[in-house]
């Protein structure tokens, strides 16, 4: 099942931004976490592999 464009992007907050991918106060893990649940939610199959970019292959 080939994803769109849309199922690879979210867009959140300067502070929750912050949380995920700074890890302020060691909750980075939490923030993907929560994040995968959420798309998983919005997109049915959606997983990391199925959005992630490879360059050969």
Request: charged fraction near 20%; glycine fraction near 16%; hydrophobic fraction near 30%.
């Amino acid at each position: 099942m080939g994803l769109g464009v849309e199922q690879n992007g979210v867009l959140g907050c300067r502070y929750h931004h912050n949380l995920m991918d700074n890890g302020n106060k060691g909750l980075g893990k939490e923030m993907v976490s929560m994040l995968e649940e959420y798309m998983q939610q919005l997109y049915p199959g959606w997983s990391r592999e199925s959005v992630t970019y490879k360059k050969y292959g």
